[in-house]
């Protein structure tokens, strides 16, 4: 297994929004079938990784290998063609506001492969029930929609099309601990069903805990420690243990934008 | 700061927006020939646009039309050349007023309204979430926008031709009593082909113009329900400055 090739290889990722750096040389390796959870604070490029994996953020230099394939300047319709394997979770769901929860779920189905609407919507109550909706939540629109159950649609539509890959973006901020916890449950149940490899950024250790093989700690731009998940109590690294004890003293310096 | 490094900076920015601009245009055009096309889409925007937008356009052409014979007769009695006031109503409103008062209510409600449901997407990142899912947001979004208002805005203002000119017609039977057989003769015999053609013509730029700024400022919002704010009311500035300046330009093609 861990002589196979990476799902997903980073090498030497570099990206800058003017004189900030935020990505400064990272290099990181997800298995296939693994769920890696990246931990960090805010600030530290998480966000900026994911979105430089999904295309949606061109890296300024480095590497990203999808199943051996290079995508940093990939064509439009080939990076299509790379994302019908990835499913995503966003931090606030981003579900379509202008479609009923039914077809937020189905929309990859429809949009992205053609679908039939009927068929589609078949699926994408099925999904909803994977996740614990019924078909009534289905007719709702998004704005109905409490913040856990925003989750659950955001997480049905990451899966109706089957993914290899899925992502997810701070997948418990702004819920309570018991839902966060619904929500963790959801995550692993579903990446175990799918088989799929898991990519989860979060500062909230509880869910890393929860959802993580493997735990990789972020900091100013590069990757400060990586391990297996049962390992990060005893990482013996500073930053590592600072982070997770969440105290304010340690070699993480904070820019809280002081004078 | 340095007035030079200001201006420099200034002039960059503006070149920065002209790149960005010409790239999102090119990518805009290029998709509303590209399938896949979104039928239940462009239905949507079509009816948004065209069916939407007929009060307000009607309105306005109809009260354009009343003031521009009122205003006219005023200025021709002076000269007794009161018989022309159908040759002005019609060459006025089919060549200059409908097609640019259209284009600027337009502006005002659909620029508006994509910038700030575009805006809202890209805020909440309802757009990184269309690309997530295969979905290019160019041909889900903003292809389906351009088409309807290329083809509505024309509509519109054949729509705003007939109304403003019986908006004249009315005023000038009911209370300046003309003839109503002579008056319709006269609109008729000063009326060309090219007077509408050129109108309609500049009704399909100014549909472009309006649904390219509004998606354009709405793609490249940030900064929340600020960002939006701001985002919007370029939409609307920039459309209508664009609309007066085009239709200048349209002039000159087609009647210097």
Known sequence: MADAPPKIAIENLHKSFGRKVVLDGLDLALREGESLVVIGGSGTGKSVLLRCILGLLEPDE???????????????????????????LFQNAALFDSLPVWENVAFGLIQGQGMERSAARKIAHAKLAEVGLG?????????????????????ARAIATGPEILFFDEPTTGLDPIMGDVINELIVK?????????????????????????????????????????????????????????????????????? | ????????????????????????????????????????LLLRQVIEIGY?????????????????????????????AEGAIANVVVLSITRELAP????????GRIGAAMAAEIGTMTVTEQVDALTTLSTNPFKYLVAPRIIAAVLMLPLLVLVADIIGVLGGYVVSIHKLGFNP???????????EPLDVISGLTKAAVFGFLISLMGCYHGYHSKGGAQGVGAATTNAVVSASILILASNYLITELFFS
């Open chain 2, 100 to 107: 640019v008062l259209t284009g600027l209510m337009v502006a």
């Open chain 2, 1 to 40: 700061m340095n007035p030079v490094a200001l201006l420099g900076r200034t002039f960059l920015d503006f070149l920065t927006t002209v790149g960005r601009l010409s790239m999102f245009t090119g990518r805009g055009v290029v998709h509303c020939f590209l399938p896949p096309v979104y039928p239940r």
């Open chain 2, 181 to 191: 057989t002579v008056y319709l003769q006269r609109t008729w015999e000063f009326l």
């Open chain 1, 135 to 155: 078909p009534e939540a289905g007719r709702l629109s998004p704005a109905e929609l409490s913040g856990g159950m925003r989750k659950r649609v955001g997480l």
């Open chain 1, 62 to 88: 480095g590497s990203i290998r999808v199943d051996g394939r290079e995508v940093v300047g990939m064509a439009p319709h080939e990076r299509e063609e790379v994302l019908r394997k990835f499913g995503m």
């Open chain 1, 190 to 259: 579903c990446v175990r069903d799918l088989g799929a490899t898991a990519l989860s950024i979060t500062h909230d250790m509880a869910s890393a805990r929860r959802i993580a093989d493997r735990i990789a700690m972020i900091y100013k731009g590069r990757i400060a420690w990586v391990g297996a998940a049962s390992e990060i109590d005893n990482s013996g690294n500073d930053f590592v243990d600072q982070f997770i004890h969440g105290r304010a003293e340690g070699p993480i310096q904070l820019d809280i934008g002081g004078p």
């Open chain 2, 52 to 80: 939407y937008s007929l009060p307000v356009v009607g309105l306005t052409a109809i009260f354009t039309g009343m003031v521009l014979a009122l205003q006219s007769y005023t200025g021709f009695a002076r000269f007794n």
